[in-house]
């Protein structure tokens, strides 16, 4: 029961709290990169790629981090291009976008975020469902006392209009909500870690003599 517990805490954090994270991803990577883009040409947008490339490596690296309590196992972080000695200031600055896991990197905080949003929906509305519901029966009588109240969801489906058919029905709604709550939340939370672990995490960005990992 303990690591039951242990586990829908870990699913849940994962999947609420990497909503702002996810939002912040989507937010810098497709900014810089249309503003990188449309003004290549120009010069000025190879640094606003490269300075995209730096901030969404240190995203990625939070959700790197996220990672083994979800999976259960370390995960591989990818390589990324040393500058090389000696190089020049403006190899220096562009170094960020010489890694593939750099693109990989911004392009997974567009294509993340619907994913990470449905991840986060379906969690909190299970909660709210299982919460909502087993304690039903502490509020439900109040709303029944109130004059423009229309029966609920019993009425609705035509089983009645009756106290203890709204309190009974909610409450059952509740159980499910409950009983299903552990699954629901660990295949969202799966679904959004097995994005993140093929795109931020990918074998063929690391290392082969020295793989470096996150525990």
Do not use: C
Request: hydrophobic share 55%; net charge positive.
């Amino acid at each position: 029961m303990t690591n039951l517990r242990r586990r829908l805490a870990t699913d849940t954090r994962y999947t609420l709290l990497g909503l702002p994270n996810a939002i912040a991803h989507l937010s810098v990577s497709a900014a810089g990169i249309s503003a990188g883009l449309g003004s290549a040409v120009a010069f000025v947008g190879l640094p606003i790629l490269s300075g995209t490339a730096t901030v969404t490596r240190n995203l990625s690296d939070f959700e790197r981090v996220a990672l083994p309590g979800v999976l259960g196992r370390s995960v591989a972080r990818p390589h990324y291009t040393p500058v090389p000695a000696g190089a020049s200031w403006f190899r220096r600055m562009m170094n960020p976008l010489a890694s593939g896991q750099a693109w990989l990197d911004m392009l997974y905080g567009i294509v993340a975020f619907p994913i990470s949003l449905a991840a986060a929906t379906v969690a909190a509305v299970w909660w709210v469902g299982t919460i909502a519901g087993l304690t039903f029966p502490l509020y439900g009588w109040i709303l029944t006392r109130i004059p423009e109240f229309y029966g609920g969801l019993p009425a609705l489906l035509g089983l009645g209009d009756g106290d203890l058919m709204l309190v009974g029905l909610n409450t059952a709604i509740g159980v499910l909500f409950a009983l299903t709550l552990v699954p629901v939340v660990r295949g969202a939370a799966l679904v959004k870690a097995s994005l993140a672990q093929a795109m931020l995490t990918r074998a063929s960005f690391a290392p082969a003599e020295v793989p470096a990992t996150i525990m």
